[in-house]
Every structure is written in C-alpha cells, then in structure tokens.
C-alpha cells in the first residue's frame, strides 16, 4: 500500500553538522531513537511508516522559530506534529528530515470570557480548553471525535458533530500565531470579531495541513453553555429515509445542534465495543440545545418529519451522563469498526456535498460498498453533507486495496460530479491529494501553488502534500 505519486521523491542524507546542532539547542528534547521516530512516523491512514530522521519536542513559539530557521538554511524537510490522530498520512515523512512535536506546547495563554475567546498554545487539545473553562458557564463546541490538538484543528479545518449549528473551525478561530517556513512569527489577526484590512491570512493559514507555516497559537470564539440539552436517538427501516429525514430537517431551518447517521454495521460495532443496546438499523443522533420550551418545540418538529419517513419514536437521553455515554460510543465508532475484522488495516474516506444531493450519494455509495469483498460501515455528521467510509481490509491484501481505492474513487468523482467535496474534514494529506484538481480546475491549483512558492521557497514545509509533489529546492 503505496503513497499515490510519491516514487520519485527520493530520502536525502541530513547536511553534516546538522542534527549536532539540533542537539546542542534541545539536548533530550531532540531525539533519533527508533521507536520515537517511527512513533512520529505513522498516522491511522493505511500508508506504511514512513519515519523522519529527528524529532525535536517544543516548548515555545521561539523555539519553533529556531527550527523553522535551522531548516531552511539546511533545506530540511519540517512536518508539525500534534496529536497524531490524521487519517489521511497528513504527518508522513515522505522525504524524511524533522518532525517538530507540538504536543509540549499545552499553555491556554488567555481566557477572555467576556470577549467569549480563548487564546492557546497549538498543543492543547479540545477536551483540556473545555476542561479549564467549564466553571465558566462557556464552552469550545468543535468535536471532531480524536482529542485533537487546536494547532492540528486548525491546520486541516476541522469539523465534528456539533457543525450543524456552530460551524467549523473556519468560522470558530479569529487570530492565529504563525511561524512561517524560513522563521518568521506573525500574528494573522487580532481578536476583533471582524475586520477589513489586509488580506484574510487567518483563513490562509487554516486547513493549510502544514504546507505554508507552523500555527503555534490559536484564538477560538467560545459560546455560553445552553439552557437546556436534550439528546434522542431514532431508528429507520433504510438507509435513505434516516438521510431524507435529515434533509427535510435542515431545509426547514429547525436549529439541532447535532445530527449524526450510523448505518447497521456501524450501530452493530458500537453496540459491542461501547456497550450499547442500540437498535440494530439505520438511526439518527439528534441533540437539541436551548431554552426548555425550545428544545421541547425542536424536538416535537423534527419526531414528526421523522415519522412521515419511517422512523420510529425516539429514544431520549436527557440525563448528562446518558448523553455523555451516547456521544462517547458515537465518537468511538471508527475503533468499534476496527473490531468487526480483528488485525485488518483500515482505509478511511470522507465525503461532503450539498445537502440537496445527500440522500442519493449515500444510497449510490453504500450500494457500491455492498459489493466490495470486505467490511465497511458508513457515520456521518449528516447536517452539514458531510460522512465517512471505514473500509476493513485485509492488511497483506493487495486485491483488497486496489478494490478500495477504486471505491474511493468512485466515492469521490460522484461527489464533486453532485458540487460536492473530496473532503469534508478528513483533509487533503497524501490520500485525497489526487482529486485536487478534478474539484479545483488547473488554474485554481497554480494559484496555490503560487501561495507555497511565495511562502515556502524551498518546499520545506510538510513537503508532498495537500499539492502535487515536487522535489526539494
């Protein structure tokens, strides 16, 4: 299972004296041990190791500027690392050189309730913030299922079950702290809530995966705790009337907080790994937030569109801890998959499109599925377009992958043919790379590809992603 496109981009030796002066700088904070390296060196994508020649822990915004500086004097590749939860082989080092752990980097700089921000160092992640403010009455509500760290959020534009109503990491971070590719720190933004001077770096720097600069500090809008929190679970005879109730939700402006799918496969795995004793069909996960006439009112609404499509009456989980327990299994629901076909390798895929076209991309897709020789479940954060493939594969089976790529493929091309995205919150890393220009046109790429060559000159920076490849300078 090969990395597609990346044959000719061959290894370099390090330049003599450079990893000494690594280690004079971070002394056990750089580290050449193995097990270390290849810890950096693989992700849940279904790619091989492919292990950096160093990794250096900082602690320190200068500290990342040291070493962005030290590598593009050295024209040495530099891959930020986070929490290492990528499924797409984001922080694979293909030319090898320097992966930079920002895990160490766990300071919250700033809460500022009554701006309803928070400012915080890249490596914290989103269950520490939420953590530090809950006595505040706020919270951070991007949930993108891994305990992923806000510098990696950021850096792939991540999303999660709460999108319907809060959005993404796009519309959720104001300002970021950036080191570029030859050292530099600038501050994209300050904390207004808006602005129109200058060209909008934030959003440059976001779902960038690495490829421009190295986020170092993130600044998030929170939002008040609601009132009221209601969670339900409602089961359907198909696949299509669970996702047509969805978009019969939606296109009646019904404010959910969440609404996720899960196909049978998918609530058969939750139900053993979790612990469950969910129905096993097609169901929906709602969850209502505001006052307690209105998530009543929201509720009522949504039982009944459900209803006009075959769903049964819904299961309601009001207590905290029952929620907690319900969206715990949902959040899971990629390693339940993992056991239905103990020691297989997954291959991961997600797509978004239009909410009008939904319900015919996943029919037309798990019709696809059914006929491939191995497990597969579909999840989705359904409100926003947006679900996912877990593909179970055989891992000495090469018939298997070939059969699964050619099913993301298929996945793919139907999506962009419906206006639609190769990603939705997965990112571009190594996997969806190939699709760039079938949804972007030629044009649009070399405008990209013009931004990394202005930021980047010399193709350090997470170097054979998200673009196609190109040797070192």
Known sequence: MNAPGHADLARRPLPEGFVEALQAQFQERCSLSHAVREHHGRDESPYPPMLPDVVVFARSTEEVAWVARHCHEHHVPLIPYGAGSSLEGHFLAIQGGVSLDLSGMDEIVAINAEDFTATVQAGVTRMALNEHIRDTGLFFPI??????????????????????????????????????????????????????????????????????????????????QPEAISAAICNFPDLRSAVQSVIEVIQMGIPIARVEFMDTAAVRATNAYSKLTLKESPLLLFEFHGSPSGVQEQAQVVQEITREN?????????????????????????????????????????????????????????????????????????????????????????????????????????????????????????????????????????????????????NIMNPGKMLPPRPLD
């Open 143 to 224: 949930d993108p299922g891994a305990d992923a760290s806000l510098g990696g959020m950021a850096a792939t534009r991540a999303s999660g079950t709460n999108a319907v109503r809060y959005g993404t990491m796009r519309e959720n971070v104001l300002t970021l702290k950036v080191v570029t590719a030859d050292g530099r720190i600038i501050d994209t933004a300050n904390r207004a809530k808006k602005s129109s001077a200058g060209y909008d770096l934030t959003r440059l720097f976001i779902g960038s995966e690495g490829t421009l600069g190295i986020i170092t500090e993130v600044t998030v809008r929170l939002y008040p």
């Open 310 to 458: 075959g769903g049964m009456d819904f299961e309601w989980a009001d207590k905290a801890e029952d929620r907690s327990r319900l969206w715990t299994a949902r959040h899971n629901a990629y390693f339940a998959g993992l056991q239905l076909r103990p020691g297989c390798r997954s291959s991961t895929t997600d797509v978004c499109v239009p909410i009008s076209a939904l319900a015919e991309c996943v029919a037309q897709t798990a019709a696809d599925m059914d006929q491939a020789p191995f497990p597969y479940t579909i999840v989705g954060h359904v409100g926003d377009g947006n679900f996912h493939v877990l593909m179970l594969l055989d891992a000495d089976s090469q018939e298997e992958w070939d059969e699964s790529e050619r099913l993301n493929h298929r996945l793919v091309e139907r999506a962009i043919a419906m206006q639609g995205t190769c990603t939705g919150e997965h990112g571009v890393g190594l996997h969806k790379m190939e699709f760039m220009l079938a949804e972007h046109g030629q044009d649009a790429l070399d405008v990209m590809s013009s931004i990394k060559q202005a930021l980047d000159p010399h």
